[in-house]
């Protein structure tokens, strides 16, 4: 297992899990250090950045499972792997590699962080996260979210964005895959995430598959000490 990464610390303090994942997707909302850069502000949308918008909201409304093998690197060099699983809406689960069973695990209501080190687990309600931002049903890149950058280049598509009432809580860049040259969709492939201390780390996707039947029970969280919590539609 990588050291843990800062990019969660000032987030979640009982769980020491390298997780810039769980920063993107995981993580409640704290209140910015003092040092943090400032939030970048809202980008004037043109007509194409605005049908580039929509392109991305609807392939995370039609995205209902995805499987993927990823890779995370931290600001500090921190490493760490494992495996991401995503049933919209409400639902995704964090494997990590190594020797620890750290995992992640999101059931329609709560995500819940199992630290194996510690052998303790935190959670906090969807809705508090930024998780929200893509596990909602109804994805809108406007609203309570601000699309603060948008950026092309050949077979690839870059969108940032913040919540628009915290800014300063961290920023979630999107990297998709963009075949349009082609006549082809659009695919996920990473997230670069910087949060509220200023640190950045990127998660890469690796095989991805979309598509397949997942096993709800996948999304239920089962305390590791024997005792399962509740939480969220079975």
Partial sequence: MAPPAPILRPMIRTV???AALAVALATTLAAPAADAQRARAPVELSARDRADVTRVERYLAGLTTLRAAFRQVAQ?????????HLSRPGRMRIDYDGRRNNFIVADGTFIYQWDDSLKSFSSTFIGQTMADLILRADVRLSGDVAVTGLD????RLEIAMVQASEPLQGEL????EDGSRNDGPLALRQWRVIDAQGLATVVTLFGVETGMTLDRRLFQFNDPRGREQGGGDR
């Fill in 173 to 176: 860049t999107l990297v998709f």
């Fill in 76 to 84: 500090d060099g921190g490493e760490a792997s494992g495996t991401f």
């Fill in 16 to 18: 020491r899990l390298a």
């Fill in 152 to 155: 092309r280049q050949p077979g």
